[in-house]
Structure formats: C-alpha cells, structure tokens
T-cell receptor
Framework: GENVEQHPSTLSVQEGDSAVIKCTYS??????FPWYKQELGKRPQLIID?????GEKKDQRIAVTLNKTAKHFSLHITETQPEDSAVYFC????????????FGTGTKLQVIP | DAGVIQSPRHEVTEMGQEVTLRCKPI?????LFWYRQTMMRGLELLIY????????DSGMPEDRFSAKMPNASFSTLKIQPSEPRDSAVYFCASSLRVGADEKLFFGSGTQLSVL
C-alpha cells in the first residue's frame, strides 16, 4: 500500500518568513496530493491540492510543488502569519479506483510573532 | 448541510467496556472514512466505505474494532472490549467522487479516553 513520509515533524519560523514542508510517497500510481491544515482542537481542513498532471499550484501565500519522478511534493507558505500556526498534513491517493487517502504524520508549524 | 456530524464529542470509559462512535456523513457523499489520530501515529485510516460497502478494513487494529454502515446516512465504529491504548481522537470523514473532486470533509471528532 501507499506510504507517505513527512518532514519536518516540527517547524518554527519568525512571522513574515517562509515555511516549507516536504513529503515523499511510495506508490507511483498515486496521482492526487492534498494538504490539510488542523488548528488546535479542530478538524483537519483542506487548504490546497495538486494533481499529477501539474507541477505547481499557487493560492495566495500557499503553493504546492510536485516532482513525480522523485515522488516528492512540498508545501510552501510565504509571509507567514501567527494564524498559520497549526499542524499540516500531506496526503496521497489514487484517482482511478477506490479513493483511499493516506496521510503523512504531520508537521506542527509555529509562527513566532 | 450541517457537515459531517459525529457523536459523542467526548467519551470517557473504563477498560473492558464497549464503546460506540457514531457518524452522519454529508448527504449525497458516497465515501465514508474512519480515522484515528494520536500524537505518535498521526492520522491512521481504519476503514472506509463506498456506497455503504466496506472497501478496505486493513487499518482496523484488532478484532476488537468493528465498523458498520447500514445506510447512506449513518455509520458506527465499535470497540469491544476497549483498552487504554485505544485512547485517541477518532475522526469520521466523507467525500463525493464527482469528476475530480475528492475533498475530504471531516467531522469534529470523538475524543476517547479509556481509563
């Protein structure tokens, strides 16, 4: 089955700096890569996703990149703000059969004011 | 729609007792997932259903865990007997495979504490 590894497990940045979270996946058949944000005590919520036919996608201060050859994908947050502090999960799934989403272990991001 | 609804929000029980967690997915969604979240293991997929049929239960840790989806609007996750190591937050999520839309909508979770 799919295995998703995520690094780092914790990340502290100064407000205004950039943050990068990296993930690798094992199953070359995976073609959909969402990112979820979970604030303390809340439910995970989708913030951005990317499909394997796209190398990069941006949404305001958030961007995701995908390297299919290396099976790597990354989340980039620019101009970080205190409200970006949360746990971020990457995930991978295959859009072709049954939808099974495998999550990474999460990155706790702390933005220091 | 009110979103994915889980109950109870918190459950405290003693070791050996039966625990039943409940989930109502978003109306019209055809996938339902049960996840367990712990600090050590993150979000683990326990089981998922498509059109009320269990597709993959390989994540269910032991025979003590069972899940059902008797209809499109209700699912249960049961632990019998419960053990302290089952303490975690259990999330239910649903999604709709329409075209390329695969967004998961999570419920608020059930915080389970087994003493």
């Amino acid at each position: 089955g799919e295995n998703v590894e995520q690094h780092p497990s914790t990340l502290s940045v100064q407000e205004g700096d950039s943050a990068v979270i990296k993930c690798t996946y094992s199953d070359s058949a995976s073609n959909y890569f969402p990112w979820y944000k979970q604030e303390l005590g809340k439910r995970p919520q989708l913030i951005i996703d990317i499909r394997s036919n796209v190398g990069e996608k941006k949404d305001q201060r958030i961007a995701v990149t995908l390297n299919k050859t290396a099976k790597h994908f990354s989340l980039h947050i620019t101009e970080t703000q205190p409200e970006d502090s949360a746990v971020y999960f990457c995930a991978a799934s295959f859009s072709g059969g049954y939808q099974k989403v495998t999550f990474g272990t999460g990155t706790k991001l702390q933005v220091i004011p | 729609d009110a979103g994915v609804i889980q109950s109870p929000r918190h459950e405290v029980t003693e070791m050996g007792q039966e625990v039943t967690l409940r989930c109502k997915p978003i109306s019209g969604h055809d996938y339902l997932f049960w996840y367990r979240q712990t600090m050590m293991r993150g979000l683990e997929l326990l089981i998922y259903f498509n059109n009320n049929v269990p597709i993959d239960d390989s994540g269910m840790p032991e025979d003590r865990f069972s899940a059902k989806m008797p209809n499109a609007s209700f699912s249960t996750l049961k632990i019998q007997p419960s053990e302290p190591r089952d303490s975690a937050v259990y999330f239910c999520a649903s999604s709709l495979r329409v075209g390329a839309d695969e967004k998961l909508f999570f419920g608020s979770g059930t915080q389970l504490s087994v003493l």
